[in-house]
């Protein structure tokens, strides 16, 4: 709110815990457990506009997530290439280092099993 202009607009999309099941690590955000900072989406929900800021939109987006993740997959499988030969030359792979593979395999089996769920919110600055 501090830094947004009055009208201005935030729009986020964030990783959440989901059934309160530990998570598999390394992830894309932690590597060790007191590294990894989620809250469900109640609670940032909560936090964004106690913050001051005006809720506009506010979905869940994990199974668009899983779904594109997996047409992803489909798609590598059936063009004959599979593992980390499958990622492209550029993307998060280059950011989260020599884990990466690691890291997002252990997201997406965090996801599958409903441990972290993905949000996406738009919110302006009412002020």
């Known amino acids: 709110v501090r830094v947004l202009k009055p009208g201005g607009l935030f729009a986020c999309q964030e990783a959440c815990a989901g059934n309160g099941e530990p998570i598999d690590l390394p992830v894309p955000w932690a590597s060790r457990p007191e590294q990894s900072h ?39 499988r059936a063009s004959g290439v599979s593992g980390s030969s499958a990622l492209p030359p550029l993307g998060m792979h ?4 020599d884990q990466a ?21 738009v919110f302006d600055n009412p002020e």
Do not use: C, H, Y
Not at 45 to 56: C, P
Not at 94 to 97: A, K, N, Q, S
């Open 94 to 97: 280059l950011v989260l280092g």
């Open 38 to 76: 989620l809250v469900d989406p109640k609670t940032l929900r909560g936090l964004v506009r106690d913050a001051g800021l005006r809720e506009r939109a506010w979905r869940d987006v994990t199974a668009d997530i899983v779904a594109a993740r997996k047409a992803q997959q489909a798609k590598a």
């Open 101 to 121: 593979v690691l890291k997002m395999s252990n997201s997406a089996r965090n996801t599958d099993a409903g441990r972290v769920v993905f949000v996406q919110g």
